[in-house]
């Protein structure tokens, strides 16, 4: 089988940031760009636990399917597998700058959360208890203060 081409990136020089990982056309010549949230260096710093991973998620696809500006062209927030980031996969043909901003509130809105997880019901989720809130809201500033703040050019298209 041939690598997928987001295996063919050099993960020992990924650093946190917003990549495009891939665009891909539907059948009706709409553009869906899907994007890197990388949150932590891949096999260099510590990742992500899953269960703030988890709650990054809740709370970040909440808040992006209610962005006034964003919320009609979000498809797909969720974790990668790795526990080093999430992805975002947007309608539109898009670059990484383009979304600096809309991440930024994102994660400012994890980072800030004072109320209970959307969703984290029994009803509304399948794993519901397995989420640690103050891991979400540490991950976020982290990522707000060290990357998004005076984010560098570097950190928003891979490393060759």
């Not at 295996?7 to 891909?24: A, C, E, Q, W």
């Not at 397995?130 to 891991?135: N, T």
């Amino acid at each position: 089988m041939e690598k997928i081409p987001s295996f063919t990136i050099d993960h020992n020089r990924l650093m946190p940031g917003i990549y495009v990982s891939r665009k891909d056309y539907t059948p009706s010549g709409d553009c869906v760009t899907t994007f890197d949230i990388r949150m932590t260096a891949p096999n260099r710093e510590e990742p992500l636990s899953p269960a703030s991973l988890h709650a990054i998620e809740h709370i970040a696809a909440t808040s992006l399917r209610n962005n006034p500006q964003w919320r009609d062209r979000v498809v797909y927030w969720g974790p990668m597998g790795c526990c080093t980031g999430n992805y975002l996969l947007l309608q539109g043909d898009l670059e990484s700058l383009d979304i600096v901003d809309l991440v930024r509130d994102t994660m400012e809105t994890v980072a800030e959360w004072n109320a209970p997880i959307p969703g984290a019901s029994p009803k509304d989720c399948g794993n519901y208890s397995f989420m640690d809130l103050d891991g979400a809201r540490s991950a976020a500033r982290r990522y707000v203060d060290l990357v998004l703040n005076n984010i560098d050019p570097d950190r928003l298209v891979y490393p060759r």
